[in-house]
């Protein structure tokens, strides 16, 4: 059995959907169903439901197949991992960002972590939320640094809290609310606010609009994206609103073309973590790694404005 059809796999039950996984694996729609529709006869069981949507789900064999394949692609990369740290010597930690993140706190951790362990070498992993989650679950990443939601009960994942904050509305320069300090919730009805989708972000999705609920702010008209990117060019271009954490070093949003305003009595908190495997808890380097970003976050920021 191929890895690479392993790696297909495990993408196609984390996104449910076809068509995305075909994205992300930059091959046709159709090269995923024949590759699936052989694994599937392979094994002589169904692994995948689809609705009349094109919704993707696991069957019971798909969920232990699924399983077997995050076994199986972990101890892949771990051996990679070893393999690259006799050739050169180096420990190597795979660090999963949000592809949206800036890489300037990681700069500084870089700097800070080169002054007490010199031997260690942070290799950054880009990905959206969805992503993280898989490079985590599959051990491709060691730790990931991103928001909590979509990186909570991972089997065999520890996670430490590095921050929490307060979401604010991100508008542009030229938006009505712009110079406003705050805003209360019903002042935003009517707007169009701009989210990334549940196919990238299935976990964040579904919190965003739970949380928009709870704290009475009406989402009449929303925008869903695929990537942070496509997310800050709708506010950069005032074709949309988004309500988020926004740390001055961790956000790529222009801060000459985007404003934040605080919203008045939301009670919605959104924490960065950092998530790591649990087989590295007493590994010195991650140690090392996790006490110096704690260090770096909790260094005195404020929101762009």
């Not at 993408?11 to 159709?30: D, Y």
């Not at 009349?52 to 692609?73: H, I, M, W």
């Not at 800036?102 to 880009?126: C, H, K, M, N, Y």
């Not at 051990?139 to 990931?144: E, L, S």
């Amino acid at each position: 059995m191929q890895l690479e059809r392993l790696k297909m796999f495990a993408t196609l039950a984390e996104c449910r959907s076809f068509s995305r996984t075909a994205e992300v694996s930059f091959i046709s729609q159709s090269a995923v169903s024949q590759q699936i529709a052989s694994l599937e006869k392979e094994l002589g069981c169904r692994l995948l439901e689809r609705d009349r949507k094109g919704n993707v789900s696991l069957t019971p064999a798909g969920q232990v197949f699924y399983e077997g394949c995050l076994d199986t692609l972990r101890e892949y990369e771990n051996t990679l991992t070893r393999l690259r740290n006799l050739t050169d010597g180096k420990r190597s930690l795979n660090i999963g960002m949000a592809s949206g993140s800036s890489v300037e706190w990681l700069g500084q951790i870089t700097d800070l972590l080169s002054a007490v362990a010199p031997d260690i070498r942070l290799s950054p992993v880009f990905e959206e939320f969805n992503g993280l989650r898989y490079a985590l679950e599959s051990g491709r990443c060691d730790a990931v640094v991103s928001i909590e939601f979509g990186l909570t009960d991972i089997p065999g994942v520890l996670y430490e809290e590095l921050i929490e904050l307060e979401p604010v509305l991100l508008v542009s320069r030229r938006h009505r609310l712009a110079d406003r300090e705050s805003v209360r919730p019903e002042e935003l009805a009517g707007e169009r606010f701009v989210t990334i989708s549940e196919k990238n972000a299935r976990h964040s999705y579904e919190h965003w609009l739970r949380a928009r609920r709870e704290d009475g702010i009406p989402v009449t008209d929303l925008l869903k994206v695929e990537t942070t990117q496509a997310q800050a060019a709708m506010v950069e271009m005032n074709e949309a609103v988004a309500v988020l954490p926004l740390l001055r070093d961790l956000t790529r949003f222009n801060s000459f073309k985007c404003a934040p305003v605080r919203i008045e009595g939301i009670r919605e908190r959104v924490r960065y973590v950092i998530a790591y495997r649990e087989s590295l808890k007493d590994d010195p380097n991650l140690q090392k790694f996790v006490e110096v970003t704690k260090l770096v976050y909790g260094r005195e920021r404020t929101i762009i404005r």
